[in-house]
Every structure is written in C-alpha cells, then in structure tokens.
C-alpha cells in the first residue's frame, strides 16, 4: 500500500514565483497514494494555471469564495473539515500575515481559517530575503508556530529576484517528507481505548439560564485527536466545546456533570486509560427550575442554593482496575504542585498535568498552554510555551511510558 493512500491533502497554494514547483508537490503526493485538493489564491494563478492542479490533482481546483461545486456542501467547511492535512506551500510572507490574524478575504484563507485545530497545518514559506527577515513577517512566523502549525524552513540561494539569501521554498522532497512524517505516525498507542472528558459542563438553572465556565475543550480535544493518529480508539466525552468534532473519535456529547459521570462509567469497562481534561462543574443548582425563575418585586437579593457533584475522575479511580492507567489535569492559580499533587493522590491518578490558569498563554480559551507535569512517586517534569497540540504528544508520550 502507498504510504499516503487515502490521505486527504488540503493544499494551498500562494502568489510567488515559485508557486509552479506546487505542481510537482501535487504530482508526488499523489504518487504516494494521497488524495489532493488544491486551493488557489488569485495572484498564485497570474503563476501557474487551475487546468495543471486540477488535472495532477484529478479534483476540481478552487479559486473563489463562492464557487460551490457540490450544492449540497459548503466548500470551504468540507475541504478544511475533511482534510487529514492541511499544507500551505509556498507560502508568501502575505498569507502567513493573513493566517497570524485570521483574516479570511478569498477561499484559501477561508478554508485556513475553518480548519479544525487538531488538523496538521504546515506552512512552506517563499518570498524575498528582506520580506523573510522583516520583523512582521518574523512575529507572524512566532505566532503561527505557538499555535502549532509546522514550518517547513525556506532554502537559501539565487531566488527569482537575483537576490542571494535566505527565501527559496524548500526542496520538493523535503516538503514532501514533513507531509508523510506528520501523516504516518507510529501506532503506538493501537489495541489501546482511550477515555477522554473534555470541554466544559453546564448546570441548568432554569430553561434559559446554566453555570458554565471558560473551557473550551482544545486540550482534550488536542489529545483526542493525537491519540486516535496513534492508532488508539477514543471515546470523547465532551461538555461544551467550540472545537469542532475531531476526524475518527468516537464523540459523545454530554451537558451536565451527572451525564458527564453517567456516560464515563458505562464506558469504564471497555477502556484501557483515562485523560479527564474536562472543566467539570464542581457545584449544580440545587434545583432546575421547570420555568424561567422570574424577578420579584422588591427583591434586593437572591439566593442561589448550590449542591456539590460528584469528582468524575475520583470516581473512575476507585472504580477502574489498576492496569488501567489514569491521567488528570489542575488548574490552579496558587501552591499549584501541592494542591496538584493532594489531587494526584485523591483521585487515584497515575500522573497529573498542573497548569497555572492565571499564566498568559496557559489554561482556558488560548491555543498555547504552560503545563507541569507531577507523578506519584514525586518526579515533576515543567515544560515550556507550547501548542495545545504539542502539549497532547507529550501527555501521549507520558501515558505511553506509564
Ligand atoms: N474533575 C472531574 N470531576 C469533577 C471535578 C473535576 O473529573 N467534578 C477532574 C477534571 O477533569 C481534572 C481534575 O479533576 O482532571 C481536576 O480538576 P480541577 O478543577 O483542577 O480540580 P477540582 O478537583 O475541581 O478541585 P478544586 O476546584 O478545588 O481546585
């Protein structure tokens, strides 16, 4: 079997010069079994034509926001929804700009912009030496990869404007290597089952009116999807989460603590490891009321009266046996390796993964996370800044070690 076959490439392709060599890039990677959908930016086709991709790529080539060639589909949802991998070579100092700020003006930006976090995104920048070193160019360069995306480094030589310097894309190959690297991980974690929770409850009130908070599911979804590239099958137990639903998991979606913990231990049996990254409510409304709870008149305050829920992981720990191993995170905003390791104990876990949610660049919301990780028998390892998708490989990494 080809070593890409079936893998859906999402190629974007920018306006420099040396926007033909993407010909080759489509021609390899489809040689290697890979299924490739080109986008274009208007000013790569004043550099090389629709009919060259669409015939290397035997897939329609779009240019336009607003060409749609299945009407039942919303072109630049799918591509970017269905894609194992989304490449962007060359990349002109323009669109890494674009990527940096979300901007989102023709249909490749588009598509970037709705391409699921979890999903590889390489870049293979091409510009002028000047345009490369600029320090725009080199803050959006930083920003994309604290988010994660891979770069594939320019080359340097004679580029098109006979200026000699760093620029040049990179070798076909090479490009076509980080392709298969990023798409052909080892199975590691294959005959494995994986329990993820992730994303935020919510406790009803009344029909209108919930408790939440500011999760919003990356990290569980992060290593949702980095273990099922590892070969594992995941059931995700997700509470609100604006991620969307990672290729390959099994999602199951839940609302309140009590679904939460309901769906976890009717799992339980079949799993062989446990991540809980949810934010779980650790209080509900004593009572949902069954109509929209009303003001009263003169009323100067309001009691709400909160009842505790149960510690989901805690529970799966006393429950679970021992060779299935369990990982917890905390998010604390002091004493945070004593409090992290009271938890590591309280609830059973083989290792906790300890954040400082009032870090920048850490915890709820942000792509980045600043994490420490603690084990039962005291060792603690603190990593740097990293994307939420590398913090997942190295939680993988550790649980494969445990
Ligand atoms: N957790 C859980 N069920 C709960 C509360 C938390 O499964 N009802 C899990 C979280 O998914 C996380 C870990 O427990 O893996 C720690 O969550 P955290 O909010 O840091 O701690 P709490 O146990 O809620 O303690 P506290 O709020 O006092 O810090």
Not at 4 to 33: F, H, M, N, P, T
Not at 170 to 191: C, F, P, R
Not at 261 to 272: A, D, M, S
Not at 303 to 316: F, Q, V
Request: negative net charge; hydrophobic residues 45%; glycine residues 6%.
């Amino acid at each position: 079997m080809a070593v890409l076959e079936g893998k859906r490439v999402l190629l974007g392709v920018s306006g420099s010069i040396s926007a033909y060599k993407a010909a080759d890039l489509v021609s390899q990677l489809g040689k290697l079994g890979a299924v490739v959908h080109v986008v274009l930016t208007q000013n790569a086709t004043q550099f090389v034509g629709v009919s060259t991709f669409r015939a290397l790529s035997r897939n329609a080539v779009l240019t336009d926001t607003f060409e749609e060639p299945d009407t039942q589909r919303i072109a630049h949802i799918d591509l970017a929804q269905s894609a194992d991998l989304v490449l962007v070579a060359p990349a002109t100092a323009n669109i890494l700009a674009k990527m940096a700020h979300g901007i989102a003006d023709d249909m490749l930006t588009t598509c970037l912009l709705a391409t699921p976090s979890s999903t590889p995104l390489l870049v293979a920048p091409a510009m002028n030496t000047q345009m490369w070193h600029h320090p725009a160019t080199v803050d959006n360069v930083a920003t994309l990869t604290a988010r994660g995306i891979q770069l594939v480094p320019p080359g340097s030589g004679l580029l098109a404007c006979q200026d000699v310097g760093e620029g040049k894309l990179a070798d076909i190959a090479d490009i076509v290597a980080a392709v298969t690297q990023a798409l052909t991980v080892s199975q590691t974690l294959e005959g494995q089952h994986l329990l993820i929770t992730a994303g935020a409850t919510r406790e009803p009130l009344d029909p209108v009116r919930f408790l939440t908070n500011r999760s919003s599911g990356k990290m569980g979804y992060a290593l949702a999807s980095e273990a099922v590239r590892r070969g594992a099958r995941v059931t995700l137990v997700s509470g609100v989460s604006t991620q969307p639903p990672p290729n390959g998991v099994h999602l199951i979606p839940v609302e309140t603590a009590q679904e939460m913990l309901q769906v976890c231990l009717n799992t339980l049996p079949n799993v062989t490891g446990i991540i809980a990254a949810a934010a779980v409510a650790d209080y509900r409304p004593a009572e949902a009321m069954p109509h929209k709870i009303k003001k009263q008149e003169g009323e100067s305050d309001f009691t709400l009266r909160l009842t505790p829920n149960t510690d989901i992981i805690a529970e799966l720990g006393r429950k679970k046996s021992d060779n299935v191993k369990s990982i917890g995170f905390a998010a604390e905003t002091q004493n945070l390796l004593q409090n992290a390791t009271t938890k590591l104990e309280r609830k059973n876990l083989d290792m906790i993964v300890v954040n400082d949610v009032l870090q920048e660049g850490a915890g709820f919301e942000v792509d980045t996370n600043i994490v420490t990780f603690a084990w039962r028998d005291g060792r603690t390892l603190a990593l740097p800044k990293l994307s939420k998708a590398e913090v997942s490989k190295r939680i993988l990494d550790a649980f494969e070690s445990l």
